[in-house]
């Protein structure tokens, strides 16, 4: 999929904790595993706000996007 | 079965559906004593389905109050209440009268096909197939669901 997570780069600026980061938005440290591994299906939106809300960054910092001819085919 | 909720609906469908299935009993004890007991019990087939989707559908009723919304247990009462209707109905339309005639006639006559095919039984056929459908179906967006964190 083109579109990356790159949450483990932002958790290692912010200096946090996966474990504290899914405590303080609400998710379990499985889901937030997943979500670090690109192995979801998406993001919600309000997931992403307590995201950026807790690593102080904008939703670029987070999820990255590798140009593909063929995702307007899919 | 399901467990008894705490939804006031569902205990009320629930206390409803027992007072439907005693009434159902006593009207059956007193047009037929037990003494005479026999192709007439099985016309209780279908309503004892009918009733049991009918408590399906109060854990219906009360997990769709719940914050989890359509999560397995709804899934579940609906599935439980289409399988009720269908095989009610179907009771209904085939195996009641194809056994109420081999008991009348004390299983000596084995053959021909009996059905009774009603409109409404068809009716209540179809909306128990739908709602296995829909419960297949919220299934599949349920598991879509699940992969968005």
Not at chain 2, 18 to 26: N, T
Not at chain 2, 115 to 127: E, G, K, Q
Request: aromatic letters at 8%; one cysteine or more; proline letters at 4%.
């Amino acid at each position: 999929m083109p579109v990356r997570v790159t949450l483990d780069v932002m958790l290692a600026r912010r200096k946090m904790r996966a474990r504290d980061v899914a405590e303080k938005i609400g998710l379990s440290e499985t889901q937030l595993s997943l979500l670090r591994n690109g192995k979801v299906r998406g993001m919600r939106f309000d997931t992403l706000s307590k995201l950026c809300l807790v690593l102080d960054c904008r939703p670029g910092d987070i999820i990255d996007y590798d140009v593909d001819e063929t995702d307007l085919d899919a | 079965m399901p467990a008894l909720s705490a939804s006031p609906i569902a205990l009320a469908l629930r206390i409803f559906v027992l007072i439907v299935a005693v009434l159902l009993g006593l009207k059956h004890l007193a047009i037929y004593p037990a003494s005479e007991a026999g192709a007439d019990w099985i016309g209780l087939a279908a309503p004892v389905f009918y009733l049991w989707a009918f408590w399906s559908g109060a854990e219906v009723f009360s997990k769709s109050r719940d914050a989890a919304g359509f999560g397995p247990a709804l899934l579940s009462g609906l599935n439980q209440m289409g399988a009720g209707l269908m095989l009610g109905a179907w009771v209904a339309i085939l195996a009641e009268p194809a056994l109420r005639h081999l008991v009348q006639n004390g299983f000596t006559v084995m053959t021909g096909v009996r059905f009774d095919l009603t409109l409404a039984n068809l009716v209540l056929a179809f909306a128990g197939l739908t709602l296995i459908l829909l419960a297949r179906r919220g299934r599949q967006i349920r598991a879509e669901l699940d992969g968005f964190v």
